[in-house]
């Protein structure tokens, strides 16, 4: 792969309904797309799914568009690149900023498959046809509004149901929810609102038969994750904790999960994404792909790495219709009876589709080898 260029574009959506977690509330998705352009003209596509603001991790979009244009574009424009998996080694000279080197490793990976004339799953190894999906639902004003919300996405066939829970919005409304809806797989993610102290109330959860509880603890924690764990019953599952594949096999040998949501952009890339996938394997440990609120590039990536095996529980890649009036890709990522199925055009499997992508930007700027 020879890159001529790079593109960065600042792009601005706004989502069709606010999304709330125990940190903050999501109106617009602000973020980048990197558009890496050979001497040929094909182009391959990456988003960075960093926020505006540091509420999930320390990335925003802002540092994410530093990091780029001082240090991760030109590292990437300096000399022809092989494979995409060469990448993480050309930016381990650069600590964290996983979201950002991520986005840029997508592009790269889109135009690595585009030129081999493949879709993006197969040089990643994914062998599945279509993928399981479910939703993730944000708090809401009262528990009425999330059971209505939650009985629209059970009749439109998602595979689970994943809803957002913090002190004061989580036994009670659990237990309504589990009234309303006794079969559904169910799930509850805290983003970190509950410290050991909490153990008690987390503990209390276990008698709805949820299928894990996604990151109840700190952000940066495997420890107490750890001594939490053989505490509870129902499994957890880190998000927010697992930033490469040495937190993965520490947390794995800590026992401070069960389950671990991979997010491409959390872990700085597709390479070690699967790199984590195929160390869980091994160990006999279920992942599934989390969400970031992404637009249709994003949507697809993610498509791409849940066609990998052990990608055994559904996502949060829900429809694009789910967050947007309009997304930038054709045809839109659409979800029949909880299943997407895997685009087989070479790359993404997706169109951008410019015009969208020209509506939404902001700002743009050019970068040449
Ligand atoms: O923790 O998975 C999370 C949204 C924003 C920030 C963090 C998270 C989420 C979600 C929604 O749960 C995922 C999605 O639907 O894209
Ligand atoms: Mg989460």
């Known amino acids: 792969i020879e890159m001529e260029y790079v593109i960065l574009r600042h792009l ?12 903050g509330t999501f109106q617009t998705k602000e973020f980048i797309l ?10 391959g596509w990456g988003e960075s799914v960093a926020f505006s603001a540091p509420w999930y991790s320390e990335e925003t979009v802002k540092t994410n568009w530093h990091m780029l244009e001082e240090f991760l574009v030109p590292l990437a424009l300096a000399e022809p690149i ?21 986005a840029l490793e997508g592009a790269v990976w889109d135009l690595y498959a585009k030129r081999s004339g493949v879709p993006l799953h197969q040089p990643l190894g994914g062998m599945k046809k279509e993928i399981e999906v479910g939703v993730s639902i944000g708090i809401q004003p009262t528990v009425d509004d999330l059971l209505r919300v939650i009985e629209r996405y ?18 009670d409304v659990i237990r309504e929810v589990r009234r309303a809806f006794p079969d559904v797989p169910l799930m509850a993610d805290a983003n970190s609102a509950y410290t050991l102290a909490d153990r008690e109330r987390l503990k209390a959860l ?47 040998d800590l026992g401070s999960c069960r389950i671990i949501n991979i997010k491409i952009g959390r872990v700085g890339g597709l390479w070690e994404a699967k790199r984590i996938h195929d160390l869980c394997a ?15 590039v994003g949507r697809a990536h993610n498509i791409a790495i ?9 996502g949060d890649t829900a429809a694009s219709s789910h967050y947007w009036e309009r997304d930038i890709i054709v045809p839109e990522v659409e979800v029949h009876r909880g299943l997407i199925r895997v685009p087989d055009a070479p790359g993404i499997g997706y169109e951008v589709d410019r015009r969208q992508v020209e509506r939404y930007t902001q700002f743009a700027k050019v970068f040449h080898r």
């Open 82 to 102: 092989n494979h995409p998996s060469e990448l993480s080694k050309r930016f381990a000279a650069i600590r964290q900023n996983h979201m950002a080197k991520a």
């Open 154 to 171: 059970v009749a439109q066939g998602y595979r689970r149901i994943k809803v957002k829970i913090k002190p004061g919005w989580d036994v």
């Open 282 to 296: 091994e160990r006999g440990v279920p992942v599934w792909c989390g969400g970031m609120l992404e637009a249709g």
């Open 12 to 23: 601005q959506m706004e989502l069709k309904a606010p999304f709330t977690t125990s940190f």
């Open 306 to 314: 849940t066609t990998l095996e052990n990608f055994a529980l559904p």
């Open 206 to 252: 276990d008698e709805f038969g949820l299928m894990m509880i996604e990151q109840p603890l700190a952000a940066d924690d495997l420890v107490d994750h750890a001594r939490l764990q053989p505490l509870l019953e129902t499994p957890i599952c880190l998000d927010e904790s697992i930033r490469s594949y040495d937190d993965a096999r520490k947390a794995l």
């Open 34 to 43: 990197v558009e890496a352009v050979d001497r040929d003209g094909v182009s």
